[in-house]
């Protein structure tokens, strides 16, 4: 939907590519469904679920065995996004790296985009 042609929607780092294979090989799911919903204290949170069945209208991207559908609502918001999976001493899981926020709460759970004529102007927004 808001593609360029040659470029995929979001990028996957190799630790990413490596947990999203692994967890879909070990659940036996076709995938993860990444998108975007409305809470948090800057407005907008993502969100991530396994899912058994490819929605027709998401845009998937596949590399290396892994597999992301970014849901129709969520395609404009997340173009350009470098998706990456740290651990660390405390914590493990999925980090964003979003061109398209304007602005991130402190414990970086919800997040604000640039608002559409922004994303537009920057070549973002189809």
Do not use: W
């Amino acid at each position: 939907m808001f593609s360029i042609p040659g470029k995929q929607a979001v990028t996957l780092t190799p630790a990413a590519r490596a947990a999203i294979a692994r967890l879909m090989e070990d659940g036996g799911k076709k995938g993860l469904r990444i998108g975007v919903k409305k809470g948090g204290c800057a407005g907008m949170e993502y969100t991530m679920d396994y899912v058994d069945e490819i929605d027709p209208h998401d845009e998937v991207v596949e590399d290396g065995g892994a597999r992301v559908m970014i849901a129709p609502m969520a395609q404009m918001f997340l173009f350009g996004t470098e998706i990456d999976y740290e651990t660390s001493l405390l914590e493990a899981g999925f980090k964003f790296r979003n061109p398209n926020v304007a602005d991130a709460c402190g414990c970086g759970e919800s997040i604000k985009f640039k608002d559409v004529e922004e994303l537009a102007a920057e070549g973002r927004a189809g």
